[in-house]
């Protein structure tokens, strides 16, 4: 039997807390599946991370759904492909209103687990999608969008992205006005992807809390996706919260410098999403994850365990406080690390940290409570700023 399939067990007292807590991952690219007619997310798959019986099986209460295109497609374009994706997550809530209930307040999120349903929430990946256009980001919000990550790879033309050459000195006049605007909404401003400078002036910026939806820790795992100590203090100051993000490349320094190593072994990775899938994107997203973990259990690439996760959850704990930690996971959207192939997999997280010790009063907060603090600290402040 290999890594992928053994079944990891999982204490009573995990199982639990994770059945009786309010569980909430911020980042999901699931959307994407969404996006094709044939997909019924009440079923169960045996390819991709997510769909409802698995989500139940994880205890997982509420995710949010990335509204996700790539950073080079803008205008209108942008605005169309972003509002026909908002439209696949709202649509597929009209039609299983006994599974799922579309969330846009803490408040919502408990109701949806009073109800047994999982909540449904919705986050644009990409401040281009908006197209320079302070009417699109409005119609997001009445549309039930409550964040929006400020870049994805590339820069906009009013930000700048961590992996991009800077262009703006992190956030222009306009970009202020973009988070200022935000906050009225009371949409969460979120700085995954941003350059280290966009993040600095953004925290200067926000009258609100803000959060990184899936990013891990810098110190662990040297990628500019990721947050320095520094950062998660600065972050956690603001009253946010850093969502770890389980993306192998992310986790794994060793995994990093392999691939930096070995640009063979990337191209021929692509090589095979390509020949698996061709244009679809939804394929390439769950492709590569599956291919990826081939790689590892056949020694062509460093094994990255699930425990990772663990590590950085903790070392987030360590220098940001146990309020400002929590869970992004990237499931339909990045490479997971064996032993968490899907959100099944879930109650294991919970069972390692009470291993190391963590109180469950403390697992609840890492696991929603956090989340839930700062969805409502941002509403109240977009109440405020609407008096
Ligand atoms: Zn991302």
Same mark, same amino acid.
């Given at each position: 039997?290999?890594?992928?399939?053994?079944?990891?067990?999982?204490?009573?007292?995990?199982?639990?807390?994770?059945?009786?807590?309010?569980?909430?991952?911020?980042?999901?690219?699931?959307?994407?599946?969404?996006?094709?007619?044939?997909?019924?997310?009440?079923?169960?798959?045996?390819?991709?991370?997510?769909?409802?019986?698995?989500?139940?099986?994880?205890?997982?209460?509420?995710?949010?759904?990335?509204?996700?295109?790539?950073?080079?497609?803008?205008?209108?374009?942008?605005?169309?492909?972003?509002?026909?994706?908002?439209?696949?997550?709202?649509?597929?809530?009209?039609?299983?209103?006994?599974?799922?209930?579309?969330?846009?307040?803490?408040?919502?999120?408990?109701?949806?687990?009073?109800?047994?349903?999982?909540?449904?929430?919705?986050?644009? +990946?990409?401040?281009?999608?908006? &197209?320079?256009?302070? $009417?699109?980001?409005? %119609?997001? /919000?009445?549309?039930? !969008? *409550?964040?929006?990550?400020?870049?994805?790879?590339?820069?906009?033309?009013?930000?700048?992205?961590?992996?991009?050459?800077?262009?703006?000195?992190?956030?222009?006049?306009?970009?202020?006005?973009?988070?200022?605007?935000?906050?009225?909404?009371?949409?969460?401003?979120?700085?995954?992807?941003?350059?280290?400078?966009?993040?600095?002036?953004?925290?200067?910026?926000?009258?609100?809390?803000?959060?990184?939806?899936?990013?891990?820790?810098?110190?662990?795992?040297?990628?500019?996706?990721?947050?320095?100590?520094?950062?998660?203090?600065?972050?956690?100051?603001?009253?946010?919260?850093?969502?770890?993000?389980?993306?192998?490349?992310?986790?794994?320094?060793?995994?990093?410098?392999?691939?930096?190593?070995?640009?063979?072994?990337?191209?021929?990775?692509?090589? +095979?999403?390509?020949?698996?899938? &061709?244009?679809?994107? $939804?394929?390439?997203? %769950?492709? /590569?994850?599956?291919? !990826? *973990?081939?790689?590892?259990?056949?020694?062509?690439?460093?094994?990255?365990?699930?425990?990772?996760?663990?590590?950085?959850?903790?070392?987030?704990?360590?220098?940001?406080?146990?309020?400002?930690?929590?869970?992004?996971?990237?499931?339909?959207?990045?490479?997971?690390?064996?032993?968490?192939?899907?959100?099944?997999?879930?109650?294991?997280?919970?069972?390692?940290?009470?291993?190391?010790?963590?109180?469950?009063?403390?697992?609840?907060?890492?696991?929603?409570?956090?989340?839930?603090?700062?969805?409502?600290?941002?509403?109240?402040?977009?109440?405020?700023?609407?008096?």
């Amino acid at each position: 039997m290999t890594a992928t399939t053994q079944a990891q067990s999982v204490s009573d007292q995990a199982k639990k807390l994770q059945s009786s807590s309010i569980v909430i991952d911020t980042h999901d690219d699931t959307t994407q599946r969404l996006l094709d007619p044939s997909f019924d997310i009440t079923a169960r798959h045996s390819d991709g991370n997510i769909d409802i019986p698995r989500m139940r099986e994880g205890g997982l209460s509420a995710i949010f759904f990335s509204v996700w295109i790539s950073g080079k497609t803008l205008g209108p374009d942008a605005v169309k492909q972003a509002l026909d994706q908002i439209d696949a997550v709202r649509e597929t809530v009209r039609k299983h209103p006994d599974q799922l209930l579309l969330a846009t307040t803490a408040d919502d999120i408990r109701a949806a687990r009073q109800q047994k349903k999982i909540a449904a929430l919705m986050g644009v +990946e990409g401040g281009h999608m908006m &197209g320079n256009d302070l $009417a699109v980001l409005r %119609t997001f /919000g009445a549309l039930g !969008v *409550r964040y929006m990550t400020l870049t994805h790879m590339e820069n906009n033309e009013w930000a700048d992205s961590s992996t991009a050459k800077p262009e703006h000195n992190g956030l222009t006049d306009f970009g202020k006005q973009v988070v200022l605007e935000m906050n009225r909404l009371g949409i969460i401003v979120d700085i995954s992807h941003v350059s280290d400078k966009t993040f600095a002036d953004v925290l200067a910026t926000s009258k609100a809390p803000v959060f990184a939806s899936h990013s891990s820790c810098r110190a662990i795992c040297n990628a500019a996706r990721n947050m320095t100590d520094d950062m998660i203090r600065q972050l956690a100051a603001k009253g946010g919260v850093i969502q770890i993000n389980y993306h192998v490349g992310f986790l794994s320094q060793e995994f990093r410098d392999f691939e930096a190593a070995h640009p063979d072994v990337e191209k021929e990775i692509k090589a +095979e999403v390509d020949k698996r899938c &061709g244009d679809n994107e $939804a394929c390439k997203l %769950t492709a /590569g994850d599956h291919i !990826v *973990r081939e790689f590892m259990e056949a020694g062509k690439l460093p094994k990255v365990d699930w425990t990772r996760i663990v590590d950085h959850i903790d070392h987030a704990v360590k220098v940001g406080g146990i309020d400002h930690v929590g869970l992004g996971s990237d499931f339909d959207g990045a490479i997971m690390p064996l032993g968490m192939e899907d959100v099944t997999h879930l109650p294991q997280i919970t069972d390692a940290l009470l291993k190391k010790g963590y109180s469950e009063p403390d697992i609840r907060k890492l696991l929603g409570e956090n989340t839930l603090r700062v969805l409502a600290e941002v509403q109240k402040v977009s109440q405020s700023l609407n008096k």
